[in-house]
C-alpha cells in the first residue's frame, strides 16, 4: 500500500489552487482598504493557549483539539482558530502598550480533529480579522462591513448577517440561571450533547441543530432579554449603525457561537442557497480574552471565515477562468543541435517577463504543438537549423492559426506587440 494523504486533509490542485490566491488577494485587498495589516502566527501553540481561552466546556477543546506531546514533553496543539493566537501574540509583542485601536489581518489553515463521517476537513483555512482596544459599537459594526465588502466582491450576493448579543460577565450569569430553569424540566426530552452542554454552559444547548431541541427551546428566554443597560445600549447601536450601512440583518436569538471568550456582540454572514443557509463567516467581540491571557482588560471583535466555503460558492458561480499560468510562447525544438539556442531564446524571454514553456523532450513537432495547444500557448515558435542559421522564425499564433515572421534577436518585443494589439 503506497502512502496516502492523512484522514481528513485534502490536496488542492490547479486551477484550483489559483482561484484559491485570487480568493487570498482579495481578502488582503479589503483588509488593505479597511486598515487590516496581516499577522503571520505559528502553526501550533501550548495547548494551554486554547484551553484557557475557547473554553474547557467548549467542543473545539473538549472534543476537536489537534494535540500533542512534542519530543520533549511539552503539550502542543496544532490551531484550532485564530483569534486566542492572535490574542497572545498581540500581548506577548507589547502591541497593548502601542496606540490603540490594533487592526490585524491573518490567513492560514486551522486544525479539528473532527470526526470523519461529519464531512468536514482536520484541515481548513480561515481568512480573519482582529480589532483590539476599541469598546465602541462602531468596532464591532466595521469588522462585520469589512466580511460583507470581502463577500460582495466575491459576488457572492443573497447574504444575511445573523446577530445576536450574549451580554457580559455582569449580565450573563443572571440568563444563565434563568435559562438553565427552564431547561432543567425539559432536559429529559433533550438530545444526549445537549444532557452534556447543559451543565456546562446552558448557552450551549440555544445553538443545537437538532430538530426536537429547537422545538423543545422554543420558549426558552432569549439573551436580549436579559441584557444589562450597557450591553442593551451596546446592542442597539450596532444594529443602528448596520443600518445605516444598509446591511442586511436578521437577529437570531439562537446564536450563541460555540466559544467562551465571547461576549455581547456575536455574528454570523451567512449565505442562502437552495434553501439552507451557509455560514461563511462567524466573529463576535471579545472583551475578556486578553484579561484570560495575563493582559489589561482589553477590548476585542473580530471574524474568521472559511476559505474553501467561499471558494466553492465563488466556483459555482465562475466557472471557466482562464488559468495565469498559460505560456504566452511555446517553443517547439526540432532537433538536438538547437536546444541550447532555444534554452538561452527561453532564459531571455522569461528574464524579460514572457511566461515561456519549451519541450524538454525529442518527441515530433506536431506532438510538440499539440501540446503547445494543450496548455493554451498564445504563440508557438518552432526552432530548427534553418531557423537559428536565418536568425529568424516564424511566429503562430495558436488562437486563430495566423503566422508572423520574427527576427530571433527581436522574439520578446514582437511577442508583447502582437499579444498587446490582441488586448
Ligand atoms: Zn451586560
Ligand atoms: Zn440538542
Known amino acids: 500500500m503506497s502512502v496516502v494523504r492523512p484522514r481528513g486533509t485534502t490536496d488542492?490542485?490547479?486551477?484550483?489552487?489559483?482561484?484559491?490566491?485570487?480568493?487570498?488577494?482579495r481578502f488582503r485587498e479589503v483588509c488593505r482598504l479597511f486598515g487590516y495589516p496581516e499577522i503571520l502566527l505559528p502553526l501550533f501553540e501550548h495547548a494551554e493557549l486554547?484551553?484557557?481561552?475557547v473554553g474547557e466546556t467548549s467542543d473545539i477543546v473538549v472534543k476537536e483539539l489537534y494535540a500533542f506531546s512534542d519530543r520533549s514533553g511539552r503539550l502542543l496543539a496544532l490551531r484550532p482558530e485564530g483569534t486566542a493566537p492572535a490574542a497572545?501574540?498581540?500581548?506577548?509583542?507589547?502591541?497593548?502598550?502601542?496606540?490603540?485601536?490594533?487592526?490585524?489581518?491573518?490567513?492560514?489553515?486551522?486544525?479539528?480533529?473532527?470526526r470523519p463521517q461529519s464531512g468536514r476537513y482536520r484541515q481548513h483555512t480561515q481568512m480573519g480579522i482582529e480589532l483590539f482596544g476599541a469598546p465602541e459599537p462602531g468596532a464591532d459594526v466595521e469588522v462585520i462591513s469589512l466580511a460583507v465588502e470581502y463577500l460582495r466582491r466575491e459576488s457572492i450576493a443573497d447574504l444575511t448577517i445573523r446577530l445576536n448579543s450574549i451580554g457580559c460577565p455582569a449580565c450573563r450569569p443572571a440568563y444563565r440561571d434563568a435559562l438553565r430553569a427552564f431547561i432543567d424540566p425539559i432536559l429529559p426530552e433533550l438530545c444526549e450533547d445537549c444532557r452534556a452542554r447543559h451543565g456546562r454552559n446552558p448557552l450551549r444547548v440555544l445553538d443545537?441543530?437538532?430538530?426536537?431541541?429547537r422545538q423543545a427551546l422554543g420558549g426558552a428566554p432569549r439573551t436580549q432579554d436579559g441584557l444589562c443597560d450597557q450591553c442593551r445600549e451596546h446592542f442597539g447601536a450596532v444594529r443602528r449603525q448596520l443600518g445605516v450601512l444598509k446591511l442586511p440583518l436578521e437577529?437570531?436569538?439562537?446564536?450563541?457561537?460555540?466559544?467562551?471568550?465571547?461576549?455581547?456582540?456575536?455574528?454570523?454572514?451567512?449565505?442562502?442557497?437552495?434553501?439552507s443557509q451557509h455560514a461563511l463567516c462567524g466573529g463576535g467581540r471579545y472583551d475578556g480574552l486578553v484579561e484570560i491571557l495575563g493582559g489589561p482588560p482589553t477590548p476585542g471583535v473580530g471574524f474568521g471565515m472559511g476559505l474553501e466555503r467561499v471558494?466553492?460558492?465563488?466556483?459555482?458561480?465562475?466557472?471557466?477562468?482562464?488559468?495565469?499560468?498559460?505560456?504566452?510562447?511555446?517553443l517547439a525544438v526540432a532537433g538536438e543541435?538547437?536546444?541550447?539556442?532555444?534554452?538561452?531564446?527561453?532564459?531571455g524571454a522569461?528574464?524579460?517577463?514572457?511566461?515561456?514553456?519549451?519541450?524538454?523532450?525529442?518527441?515530433?513537432?506536431?506532438?510538440?504543438?499539440?501540446?503547445a495547444s494543450r496548455l493554451g500557448a498564445a504563440f508557438s515558435l518552432v526552432l530548427g537549423q534553418r531557423e537559428i542559421e536565418a536568425g529568424m522564425g516564424c511566429l503562430r499564433d495558436m488562437g486563430d492559426g495566423s503566422e508572423y515572421p520574427v527576427a530571433l534577436d527581436r522574439l520578446v518585443e514582437t511577442v508583447r506587440h502582437l499579444a498587446g494589439r490582441k488586448d
Open 12 to 25: 488542492v490542485l490547479p486551477p484550483r489552487s489559483e482561484r484559491w490566491h485570487l480568493r487570498e488577494e
Open 50 to 53: 486554547f484551553q484557557r481561552t
Open 350 to 371: 522569461r528574464c524579460a517577463g514572457v511566461a515561456t514553456t519549451i519541450d524538454f523532450g525529442t518527441r515530433s513537432l506536431k506532438a510538440q504543438l499539440k501540446n
Open 311 to 330: 471558494l466553492d460558492l465563488a466556483e459555482r458561480l465562475e466557472e471557466g477562468t482562464p488559468s495565469s499560468y498559460r505560456p504566452e510562447l511555446f
Open 88 to 114: 497572545r501574540a498581540y500581548l506577548e509583542n507589547g502591541l497593548h502598550q502601542g496606540p490603540q485601536p490594533v487592526k490585524l489581518a491573518y490567513i492560514g489553515p486551522m486544525f479539528r480533529y473532527e
Open 208 to 213: 443545537c441543530k437538532v430538530e426536537r431541541c
Open 337 to 347: 543541435e538547437v536546444r541550447d539556442r532555444a534554452l538561452t531564446l527561453a532564459a
Open 251 to 275: 437577529i437570531d436569538p439562537s446564536l450563541v457561537r460555540g466559544l467562551d471568550y465571547y461576549t455581547r456582540t456575536v455574528f454570523e454572514v451567512v449565505h442562502h442557497e437552495a434553501g
